[in-house]
């Protein structure tokens, strides 16, 4: 392994898992379900991608790279359909998204 | 680093299930309980156990949640709150995670070379499985041939709670006899997860063969090949509705394939019988001793992945059936 590979996938892997940590934070911190799929949905798309990334730079050209790119294109063909399905689901079943940005935090929580 | 990351696995476990005993929502509790067995999953891998790790994802993970989902929609989401004796109950856990934990004492070190399952049959199965049967992945060896008699035992248990279940639930109502317009129609009318549904099922029907035949080679074998073909027919029939599920594989045919697994076991197990052999003693299968010994494990494989394809899929469908 040359070592300017070895730090472009210790970059990656270090943005993949802080992009995985900030989804975390957001789907903790934020006010309803809409937006805090929103904010989970950086673990999917970006943590996936970059963290993937960086472990394929890892395994170089082998076998294990392959499925790593099969794994990866899976996560992108699944996630954002089943993020669809749950936000097309909350919806149907009466979810009423969050509005009143300018309110503050303790009136929106009543 | 095993040992950490390990012991957070475990530690995220022991939250999971306090928080599922704590919620009386059953549906809360049916997504805690495939976080809990995700992480299972995660600490078998860690611990080198990739075929177990893999059943516990495709099972654990996948399809029980499903199960419990179908079982859900035949009850209510809220759990009923009943008066129990709470002190009591508290003595009576306190009592057995002590008794546990006392228990722990006498077992040998994570990782001890002298511990009773590294020195009993296990360096036998390791020495003798490359001139015996000739496979990398020893697990197979010991699960379909020389431990053939427990996977056996296994499918029968899969076999007995199959029908166990579909005489409490019933196989459904032959469908001809409901009105049409009462027939599921799945997630027709939501066009982007029937066409990625569409793209992905071929792929993880082929993933379950993959597993199913590779499982002399790598982790895999009939238990989690069948489970994985099962969740993508059950995909195909939230997505496109039950009834067009039933059309590919009737519940007829279902039955038939609950039965014909078991059979196949068992009738590679009396062919070397009659081959001049012992019960389930595949190496008179073909006049080399190594290759009759893959042949039988080919077969006896192929009999676990019918039988839990069959089985889960029944299930599935006699708790849709209850729910129309």
């Known amino acids: 392994m040359t070592t300017p590979l070895d730090i472009l996938s210790w970059v990656l892997l270090t943005l993949g898992g802080l992009s995985i940590l900030i989804g975390g934070i957001g789907a903790l911190r934020m006010p309803d379900l809409y937006t805090r799929m929103h904010a989970a949905s950086v673990t999917d798309s970006m943590g996936a991608i970059l963290v993937l990334t960086g472990i394929m730079l890892q395994a170089g050209w082998s076998l294990a790279t392959i499925k790593l790119i099969a794994i990866l294109l899976f996560l992108l063909l699944t996630s954002p359909t089943s993020s669809n399905a749950l936000a097309s689901a909350a ?13 503050d935090e303790g009136e929106a929580q009543e | 680093m095993i040992a950490i990351f390990g012991i957070f696995l475990l530690t995220l476990l022991v939250i999971t299930a306090i928080a599922i005993v704590r919620t009386d929502n059953l549906f809360v509790a049916v997504m ?27 099972v654990g993970a996948g399809i029980s949640t499903v199960l419990f989902l179908s079982a859900l929609a035949l009850t209510s989401e809220r759990e009923r709150s009943r008066s129990s004796n709470k002190i009591l109950s508290f003595a009576v856990v306190s009592t057995a995670a002590l008794v546990l934990i006392y228990a722990t004492f006498d077992k040998p070190r994570f990782g001890d070379p002298e511990a009773p399952s590294q020195v009993h049959v296990a360096p ?43 005489f409490l639930l019933g196989s459904g109502a032959p469908l001809g006899s409901l009105p049409q317009e009462k027939i599921n129609e ?11 549904g569409r ?46 599920a039933l059309n590919v594989l009737s519940a007829r045919v279902l039955l038939g394939l609950i039965a014909v697994g078991p059979l196949l076991y068992g009738a590679v197990g009396v062919a070397g019988i009659l081959l001049g052999g012992n019960f389930l003693d595949y190496s008179v299968l073909s006049s080399n001793p190594v290759k009759g010994q893959q042949l039988g494990i080919l077969l006896i494989e192929a009999g676990v992945g019918i039988t839990v394809t069959g089985v889960l899929l029944s299930i599935f469908h006699a708790f849709a059936a209850r729910g129309r």
């Not at chain 1, 919806?91 to 309110?103: C, R």
């Open chain 2, 32 to 58: 805690l309980m495939g976080i809990a067995s995700l992480l299972i999953a995660g600490n078998f891998f860690l611990l080198d156990a990739a075929d177990v790790a893999l059943t516990e994802a495709a």
């Open chain 1, 91 to 103: 919806l149907l079943a009466g979810t009423v998204p969050f509005e009143d940005a300018g309110q």
């Open chain 2, 186 to 196: 799945g997630l027709r009318h939501h066009l982007i997860p029937r066409v990625v």
């Open chain 2, 199 to 244: 793209v992905l099922i071929p792929f993880i029907l082929l993933f379950g063969l993959y597993v199913q035949f590779h499982g002399e080679y790598g982790p895999g074998g009939g238990f989690q090949a069948g489970a994985i073909i099962a969740a993508a027919i059950i995909l195909f029939a939230l997505l496109e509705g039950e009834q067009r």
């Open chain 2, 124 to 166: 036998w199965y390791l020495e003798k499985t490359p001139e015996y049967i000739d496979i990398p992945n020893v697990v197979t060896a010991v699960l379909g041939s020389f431990r053939g008699y427990d996977t056996l035992g296994e499918v029968f248990v899969v076999f007995t709670a199959g029908i166990g279940v579909l």
